[in-house]
C-alpha cells in the first residue's frame, strides 16, 4: 500500500531543497534551462517511488542522483560517444545508480553535496533567474520556480493568472536565458552590484503583492510574503557583505512583524492606528532591526531597502500612532524620494506630513501630485485625499474621492474598509 507520508516528504524536501538541486544539476550540466526539467524529472518519479517504497535516508541527494541520471540518458541520446556523458558517466560510476532508499546512488553524491559549492549555486541560480534581460513577471515566475520550489499552479494562484501563462513565461525565460547564453555563474565583483538590484527587486515585488494582495479575497498573502522572507534570508547568508541585503531583510521582518495585527476576527483590515500593538511579532521586530543595525555597522549609508526599513524601525519601537517619531519619518521619506523618486514614495510623504504637520500640509502634495497625473487607476491617491478631507471637515469632497477609491479598488477587503468610511460620512 502506499504511504500517504511519502508525498508529504516530497513536498517538504522539494520546498527547502529544490535550489540546491537546480543548482548542482546546472553546474554538473552546463544548461540551466536541462537542469531545471531534470529536477521536475526526479521530483516526478520520487512522487511514485516514495509512497511505494519509503522515503530514502538521503532524499536530497536521492534527487540529485536521479535527475544526474536522467542528464546522462539525455546526452547518450544525443551522442553515444558524447565527451561530456563519458566524463558524467566516470565521475557518477553507473553502476553504483539505485532508486530505493539509501545505498550507493547517495553516497555518490557526496562529491557534489559540498556546502560551499551548493551555497554558490544557490547564489548563481538567484541571479540567473533574476537576470535583467528577462521581463519583471519572468523573473518573478522563475525564481519562485527554481529558487521558490513552487509549482506552477502555485505560482499561477499567487498572483491570480492561468497556470497556461505562467508555464508560458517560464519556458519563455528558459529560452530566453539560453538564446543570450547567461552563463550559471555569481556575476564578478564589478558586475555583482547592479545585477544584485535585480535579485532584490523580484524578492521585494513577491513581498510586496503577499503583504497587501492586489486582488483578491484576502488582505495579506502570508504564503508569498513568507516565501519573500526566505528567499531575503538566504540571500543574507549567502552574502553577508551586503547591506543593502541587510536592508531588504530588515525591511522584510519589521513589516511582516506587523501581521498578526493587521487583520481582524472578520478577516477585514485593522488600521494602523486601530492596531493592537501587543499582537505585534517582537522576535521579528527584533531579527529586522538586527539586520538594520548591520546595514549601519557597513558604514556606506542606508539604501532603497534600508531606508525604508528604517523607516518601518520608527512604527515597530513606537508604543502609538501618536508616540511615533514622525519628524524622522518624513525625513526619511524625503530622502528616499531624492534617492528613487516615485509618486507611491511622495504619496506616503505625503502621510506622514499629515501626521506631523496636519493634513493642509499633506493635501498640497497629494494636490500637486494629481494634478501632474501620478497614480492614474490606482485606487492610493483617492484613499490618501479622502481621508485627509475627512479630517479638515470636508465630507463631500472626501466622498467623491473615496467613491472614486473604490471604483478603483481590486482587493475585496480594502474595499469594503473604503465603503464604510463613506458611511461615516454621513
Not at 507520508?5 to 527547502?16: E, L
Not at 530514502?56 to 546522462?72: D, E, K, Q
Not at 511622495?346 to 497629494?366: C, E, F, T, W, Y
Request: glycine content about 8%.
Amino acid at each position: 500500500m502506499a504511504d500517504p507520508t511519502g508525498r508529504q516528504a516530497v513536498a517538504a524536501v522539494w520546498r527547502i531543497e529544490s535550489a540546491r538541486i537546480v543548482g548542482a544539476l546546472t553546474r554538473y550540466t552546463g544548461d540551466f534551462a536541462l537542469a531545471e526539467d531534470l529536477a521536475q524529472e526526479a521530483l516526478a518519479e520520487a512522487l511514485v517511488t516514495w509512497p511505494r517504497d519509503g522515503v530514502p535516508r538521503n532524499p536530497a541527494g536521492w534527487l540529485l542522483t536521479t535527475g544526474r541520471r536522467r542528464a546522462i540518458d539525455a546526452f547518450r541520446r544525443r551522442s553515444a560517444r558524447d565527451e561530456r556523458y563519458a566524463a558524467l558517466a566516470r565521475d557518477l560510476g553507473e553502476g553504483g545508480i539505485v532508486s530505493g532508499s539509501g545505498g550507493p546512488a547517495e553516497e555518490a553524491d557526496d562529491v557534489l553535496w559540498d556546502p560551499d559549492r551548493i551555497d554558490d549555486d544557490v547564489l548563481a541560480l538567484m541571479f540567473v533567474s533574476c537576470h535583467p534581460t528577462l521581463s519583471p513577471e519572468a523573473r518573478v515566475a522563475l525564481t519562485l520556480r527554481v529558487v521558490g520550489g513552487l509549482t506552477s499552479d502555485e505560482i499561477a494562484t499567487a498572483f491570480f493568472v492561468p497556470t497556461a501563462t505562467v508555464q508560458a513565461r517560464i519556458t519563455r525565460a528558459k529560452k530566453t536565458l539560453g538564446a543570450a547564453r547567461v552563463p550559471f555563474a555569481v556575476p564578478p565583483p564589478e558586475d555583482r552590484r547592479e545585477r544584485l538590484g535585480s535579485v532584490l527587486s523580484v524578492v521585494y515585488l513577491i513581498f510586496t503583492e503577499g503583504s497587501s494582495a492586489s486582488s483578491g479575497d484576502d488582505l495579506i498573502r502570508f504564503d508569498l510574503a513568507g516565501e519573500a522572507q526566505r528567499l531575503a534570508r538566504v540571500l543574507a547568508r549567502l552574502m553577508p557583505e551586503e547591506p543593502e541585503v541587510h536592508g531588504l531583510l530588515a525591511l522584510l521582518e519589521l513589516t511582516a512583524a506587523r501581521f498578526p495585527a493587521r487583520i481582524g476576527p472578520d478577516g477585514e483590515p485593522v488600521l494602523l492606528e486601530d492596531q493592537d500593538r501587543r499582537r505585534w511579532d517582537r522576535a521579528a521586530i527584533r531579527r529586522g532591526r538586527a539586520a538594520l543595525a548591520r546595514v549601519d555597522a557597513a558604514g556606506r549609508g542606508l539604501g532603497y531597502y534600508g531606508l525604508q526599513a528604517a523607516i518601518a524601525e520608527c512604527h515597530a519601537v513606537a508604543g502609538s500612532v501618536a508616540e511615533t517619531n514622525w519628524e524622522r519619518v518624513v525625513l526619511l521619506y524625503e530622502a528616499l524620494g531624492r534617492l528613487a523618486p516615485s509618486p507611491v514614495v511622495d504619496l506616503n510623504r505625503a502621510v506622514a506630513v499629515s501626521m506631523a504637520q496636519g493634513p493642509a500640509a499633506a493635501l498640497a502634495i497629494v494636490d500637486e501630485l494629481a494634478a501632474g497625473g501620478a497614480l492614474t487607476g490606482s485606487h492610493l491617491l483617492p484613499t490618501v485625499r479622502g481621508e485627509l478631507l475627512t479630517r479638515l471637515g470636508r465630507a463631500d469632497a472626501a466622498r467623491a474621492d473615496l467613491e472614486a477609491a473604490i471604483r478603483l479598488c481590486r482587493n475585496d477587503r480594502e474595499r469594503a474598509v473604503l465603503q464604510r468610511k463613506v458611511a461615516a460620512l454621513g
